[in-house]
């Protein structure tokens, strides 16, 4: 390992500095695209403007969504015990999110392939369907990771997950899954603002300041929830930071405030909740105001916050475990080898910039608004 230029532990916290920056990425590039689609009953009255709601996305969407693939293979290479422990136990709730985002793309090519109102109408709904289920079961998993999965190691290592799908729409994870589906509905408003004119951006205004309202409002309860009325987890005693990968290799107790350790050890985290409730009321705001750009970037701001709140609260825990608190995965016991995480960094180095350059380009291309000239002299649209 001596040809290693990073040591052990600092790979560890440069890849869950990488997982959560992945995070934020999906969920402000993907997450206007779920916004968008949850908004679209609320925003589209006719046929007309609901072809214009779907084309903001239309043409976006599958690239945003590599932030998603890009998540899940980090997960996969650096972290493959939280792999192997919620792509199982949370199976029926993963395949709820790719059940959603497999119809979305088939809304989109199945919707004006017959000019019928019913037809088109039930794709709408499914499109709908397609922005919101995803938007909250991903914030139902935030939630859950906060209150701890009831997963086990046996001594040969090997996860044991004794839950089930209704166990996971606990109170707490519910309240995370309407912060979630109130942010993205913020930032979908926000593009939509942005991409469209007329009544569309005027309801779009209209609903997107109500739900940046909701987003401080609901983002504070959970935080006060979390901290006076939440049992956290902590590690009991030193933790090898850079040794062997082996959960069952430390002991951990719960306490009533333990997630509010971090903060009370480097007080100036507290900008980041600070910001997600600021954020949020800002973007609804500017919405109101009718200031496209600065509120679709206040809302991407809030997502950060609220994601990097979380990170903060529960670090250096990736998983706890509800059911044997001493088999929680850290970022410390449940990595891969040193030599894995530097060929991945290695790589990453060279990828992500290409992705960000690929992506930018893409959105540069495809400045202005949606309107109906647009839609009439491009072909392809949806």
Not at 57 to 72: A, D, K, M, S, T
Not at 83 to 100: D, E, K, N, P
Not at 170 to 194: D, I, Q, R
Request: net charge neutral; glycine share 10%.
């Amino acid at each position: 390992m001596d040809t290693i230029p990073l040591d052990y532990e600092t790979l560890r916290f440069i890849w869950w500095l990488l997982l959560g920056i992945l995070l934020i990425g999906f969920a402000v590039m993907d997450g206007f695209d779920l916004g968008v689609a949850t908004l679209l009953p609320a925003v589209a009255r006719t046929d007309r403007e609901r072809r214009l709601v779907i084309n903001v996305v239309g043409p976006v969407w599958e690239g945003n969504q590599v932030w998603l693939i890009l998540g899940g293979g980090a997960i996969f290479a650096a972290f493959p015990a939280l792999y192997a422990v919620s792509f199982s136990g949370f199976y029926l709730a993963m395949f709820l999110i790719l059940l959603a985002l497999i119809l979305r793309p088939v809304g989109f090519k199945f919707r004006s392939k017959v000019e019928h109102a019913t037809w088109r109408a039930v794709w709408d709904w499914v499109l709908f369907g397609a922005g919101l289920v995803p938007a909250l079961v991903f914030g139902v998993a935030m939630g859950n990771v906060l209150v701890g999965a009831p997963f086990q190691f046996d001594d040969a290592l090997r996860p044991v997950y004794h839950g089930d799908l209704l166990g996971l729409l606990m109170p707490f994870p519910l309240l995370c899954g309407l912060v979630s589906v109130a942010m993205l509905v913020t930032h979908g408003a926000g593009m939509l603002v942005m991409k469209t004119s007329g009544e569309i951006a005027a309801r779009a205004r209209r609903f997107g300041a109500i739900a940046g309202v909701a987003t401080a409002l609901l983002f504070a309860a959970a935080g006060v929830w979390l901290a006076f009325g939440m049992t956290g987890y902590q590690v009991v005693g030193a933790l090898d930071h850079a040794g062997p990968s082996d959960p069952l290799a430390k002991q951990v107790a719960l306490s009533a405030g333990a997630w509010m350790a971090n903060y009370s050890a480097m007080p100036w985290t507290w900008i980041f909740p600070v910001l997600g409730v600021a954020g949020a009321l800002l973007a609804a705001v500017l919405l109101r105001a009718g200031r496209e750009l600065p509120a679709f970037l206040a809302s991407g701001m809030a997502i950060a916050a609220i994601i990097l709140t979380e990170g903060v609260a529960v670090f250096p825990f990736l998983l706890p475990s509800s059911l044997d608190p001493r088999s929680s995965l850290t970022v410390w016991d449940a990595s891969s080898s040193h030599m894995t995480l530097f060929i991945m960094l290695v790589a990453t180095a060279v990828f992500l910039p290409i992705i960000i350059a690929y992506t930018a380009w893409v959105y540069r291309v495809l400045r202005g608004k949606v309107t109906d000239d647009s839609l009439s002299s491009n072909p392809n649209a949806y």
